[in-house]
C-alpha cells in the first residue's frame, strides 16, 4: 500500500501533501497518513501497551490531525506538529482502561516473580524463540507502564526515538533543559529498576524470559499461536530513532537503551483498515469535500 501511494507523489513534502489534502485531494492524505503511521502506532503501542488500544489511538489521534489541517501554517515542520498533537492527545486524554493504571515497579516486578520458572532444554528454546521474544516485549513495555504519562512519554521521544531535548522541548512545550531532566529523571529510575530485577541488563538478576516462559504459557497470558508483540514487522524501534547510527557500550544506561531500541517497530494489524476509516469518516469528508 505504501509503495503505491508513494509512487503517485514520489516528491511530494509533508507541507504540499497538506495543501493538496486540504484542496480536496484525497490520494494526498492517504499517502500522508501512511508516511507517518508507523512512528504514530509504535508511539502509542508503547504508551497504551496493547494492540487494540493503540489502534484504536492512532485512528484518533489522526482524525484530531486532519481536523485542524487548516491550522497548519507551515512555521514548523510537519513532523513537529503532528507530533506535538499526538503527545498533547496522549497526555490530556482522559479515556484510560484497565492496562493503563499506572502500577508501582515493586508491584509489577512482584508479580513477575511470582510467575514460576521452568528451564526450558535447546529444543525447547529453539521451538519457543518467538514466544520468548514476545515475553521480552511484553514484560519491557509493562515497565514503561509503570511510568507517569509524562515520563512516559519524554522517555519514547528522548531515549526510544532518540528526539533531541530542543525538538523535545518544542513538542512538550517546555524548555529543553526541563526536557533534559525530566528525560535524565525518568532514564535513571527506570533503569535502577532493571539493573535491581532485570536479567536483561543485569546478568547477575535471576530474571529470565525464556525461564518465565513456560509459566505465561501455561498461566494463560501468552499464546505461542497468536502473538501480539513480536509479529508484523520489518524493522527495529532504533530504525524509527532521529540518530541513524547507534552504537551501544556495555554501560547500564546503554544497556538499558538497547533492551528498548531493539523492539520491533510493528504495523498495525489493521493498517489499511484504520486508513479507510479515517477517509471515510464523516467529519473528515464535510471537512475536505472528499
Avoid at 532521529?242 to 498495525?268: I, R
Wanted: charged share 25%.
Amino acid at each position: 500500500m505504501k509503495a503505491l501511494f508513494l509512487d503517485n507523489y514520489p516528491d511530494y513534502t509533508d507541507t504540499e501533501l497538506v495543501n493538496l489534502a486540504i484542496d480536496g485531494d484525497k490520494k494526498a492524505l492517504q499517502v500522508l497518513i501512511v508516511r507517518h503511521q508507523l512512528f504514530v502506532y509504535n508511539l502509542a503501542l508503547k504508551m497504551v501497551g496493547n494492540v487494540a488500544d493503540a489502534e484504536d489511538v492512532t485512528q484518533e489521534v489522526f482524525i484530531k490531525v486532519i481536523t485542524a489541517l487548516s491550522k497548519f501554517k507551515g512555521e514548523s515542520k510537519f513532523t513537529t506538529w503532528l507530533y506535538r498533537i499526538t503527545v498533547n492527545h496522549f497526555i490530556n486524554s482522559k479515556k484510560q482502561s484497565g492496562k493503563l493504571k499506572q502500577v508501582s515497579f515493586d508491584t509489577y516486578f512482584n508479580t513477575i516473580d511470582a510467575v514460576p520458572n521452568y528451564e526450558l532444554n535447546d529444543q525447547e528454546e529453539k521451538e519457543l524463540k518467538d514466544t520468548i521474544e514476545e515475553i521480552r516485549i511484553n514484560c519491557t513495555t509493562g515497565m514503561l507502564l509503570c511510568l507517569s504519562k509524562e515520563q512516559r512519554m519524554i522517555y519514547i521521544l528522548g531515549e526510544m526515538f532518540e528526539i533531541d531535548h530542543n525538538l523535545g522541548a518544542e513538542i512538550l512545550g517546555i524548555t529543553p533543559g526541563n526536557f533534559r531532566i525530566k528525560l535524565m529523571r525518568t532514564r535513571k529510575e527506570l533503569y535502577n529498576w532493571m539493573n535491581k530485577k532485570c536479567g536483561l541488563v543485569n546478568r547477575n538478576n535471576p530474571c529470565r524470559c525464556s525461564k518465565k516462559t513456560r509459566g505465561y504459557i501455561e498461566d494463560g497470558k501468552v499464546d505461542p499461536s497468536k502473538l501480539q508483540f513480536n509479529t508484523r514487522y520489518t524493522s527495529k524501534i532504533s530504525a524509527l530513532s532521529k540518530k541513524k547510527a547507534v552504537t551501544f557500550t556495555n554501560t547500564v544506561d546503554e544497556l538499558n537503551k538497547k533492551v528498548f531500541q531493539s523492539q520491533p517497530a510493528q504495523t498495525p494489524i489493521q493498517a489499511s483498515k484504520i486508513v479507510d476509516d479515517i477517509l471515510n469518516n464523516d467529519l473528515i469528508k464535510s471537512i475536505l469535500n472528499f
